[in-house]
């Protein structure tokens, strides 16, 4: 499996504390059954990350990797605050992309009102940028506003949900909003956003059968990862078996609402 989102950087922002820590949380990774990590940290007003900082830190962390025979591969990325993306330099912005391909990782606000949200994505793909949104199931202005994700995706941006949201991880309303989100295919990437080993460790197995998204489980976590990492077309998916409860979300025409990505 391939893990878009993960925060393996050691004292880069809050993930591992040190190189242990991301050993451990890399080994835990493969133990898992994630060969590929994509190394996500923070690009915010609390944490002004670099992408020559990460691409030195990813680049010795590999050589850790390899020297203690863990059988993962890390590549560069970021989780860029969305509020802090426009203010970015348009060179800066696109070494920050996941992997080195076309596609941007950005994280929305999570207040409940999230005004000029649409436009600020907008503005991004204009310049060339590909837009992935982050765990969308987290963001308050999404629950209260679905139609706007709905809108964007048909606009072409992505959506990445975090593993523990569909474990209960972060409360019954994101799990049970996530499920919907999957049920009217607003969902392209399962991620684990891991922090460390423990408390928010990697793996997305138990996720994905607790949801029982068995039957999208590639096309979640290896064939839209790896199209997105390689800058290819992104693979249609699958047909889903059938759902086991109505949708909840407050959608007068959900399928003119089922959005497939434009591009």
Known sequence: MIDLHCHVLAGIDDGPKDSEGSL???????????????????????????AR?????????NGRLREAAIAVAVHAGAEVALTRAAELEPDELARLHLGGGPWLLVEPPMAPMAIGLEGMVASLQSQGHRIVLAHPERCAAFHKDPAMLASLV????LTSITAGSLTGFFGGPVRRFAEDLLREGLVHTLTSDAHDDVRRPPGMTAALQRAHLQPLADWLTVEVPAAI?????????PAEPSPASRSR?????RRA?????SG
């Open 24 to 50: 451990a949380l890399a080994r835990a990774a493969s133990a898992a059954g994630i060969d590929t990590l994509v190394a996500t940290p923070h690009v915010s007003w609390r944490y002004s990350n670099s």
């Open 257 to 261: 609402l089922r959005a497939e990505p």
């Open 154 to 157: 048909r606009a072409g941006a």
């Open 53 to 61: 900082e990460i691409a030195r830190l990813v680049g010795e962390l």
């Open 249 to 253: 979300l407050p959608w007068r025409r």
């Open 229 to 237: 990492l390689a800058g290819d077309a992104i693979p249609r998916r």
